[in-house]
């Protein structure tokens, strides 16, 4: 079964920066893309940044030149490098896969926790 755990998520001063890594329980090749989606409290998950098996990157405007994301294959591991953090980045980090870009539907980790405040 597929899993996604992330880690890296804590607290954060304004300006300062994350990184934030998601380990997949197989090869993260094997997925047409795999990236990060964050989610407010009572608000619908937002995608922030996804790359696909071919290193084709996406973001969302919000966070265009201040995030990175980026993929380690011999380790099953993407990153979310994010800097100059700011507050209303904070939310509920979650990686997610999409198997093929015909798939309905998407793996979810557990989520990890990002404030940024003073």
């Known amino acids: 079964q597929v899993q996604l755990v992330e880690s890296g998520g804590g607290l954060v001063q304004p300006g300062g920066s994350l990184r934030l890594s998601c380990a997949a329980s197989?090869?993260?090749?094997?997925?047409?893309?795999i990236g990060w989606s964050r989610q407010a409290p009572g608000k619908h998950p937002e995608f922030v940044a996804g790359i696909t098996n071919d290193g084709n990157t996406e973001y969302a405007d919000s966070v265009k030149g201040r995030f990175t994301v980026s993929r380690d294959n011999a380790n099953n591991t993407v990153y979310l490098q994010m800097n100059n953090l700011k507050p209303e980045d904070t939310s509920i980090y979650y990686c997610?896969?999409?198997?093929?870009?015909?798939?309905?539907?998407?793996?979810w980790g557990q989520g990890t926790q990002v404030t940024v405040s003073s």
């Open positions: 997610n896969a999409l198997p093929s870009a015909r798939s309905n539907y998407q793996y």
């Open positions: 197989g090869s993260i090749s094997r997925f047409y893309r």
